[in-house]
């Protein structure tokens, strides 16, 4: 089986900084895709940024220049450097990558369970 796992929420004051990690691990032959999420209460999940896995990124409006995504490919972690921290920027921040697994080999997409980062002002 496959699972992501976050870590690196919390909470920062407004102008701060934080940096998110999500680690792939289980039966996998190749990671595509992968990104950010975030949901914030009473609104839906929301794209943040996608890095390909040849490491070309996209961004929501909302954080470019503020935000990075970045991955290692051989440890199949995907990060997200946050920095000119909003309070708008309260949300649950999840990853998904598509992995494509050793036996049977074909992509599905996986979340991880997410983790809060919470910007007070």
């Known amino acids: 089986q496959v699972q992501l796992v976050e870590s690196g929420g919390g909470l920062v004051q407004a102008g701060g900084s934080l940096k998110l990690s999500c680690a792939a691990s289980?039966?996998?032959?190749?990671?595509?895709?992968m990104a950010w999420y975030r949901q914030a209460p009473g609104k839906q999940r929301e794209l943040v940024a996608r890095?390909?896995?040849?490491?070309?990124?996209n961004y929501a409006d909302s954080v470019k220049g503020r935000f990075t995504i970045s991955r290692d490919n051989a440890k199949n972690t995907v990060s997200l450097q946050m920095s000119s921290l909003k309070p708008e920027d309260t949300a649950i921040y999840y990853c998904?990558?598509?992995?494509?697994?050793?036996?049977?080999?074909?992509?599905?997409?996986?979340w991880g369970q997410g983790t809060q980062v919470t910007v007070s002002s």
């Open positions: 890095i390909t896995n040849g490491g070309s990124p």
């Open positions: 289980g039966s996998i032959f190749s990671i595509n895709t």
């Open positions: 998904n990558a598509n992995i494509v697994g050793r036996t049977p080999r074909y992509e599905s997409l996986y």
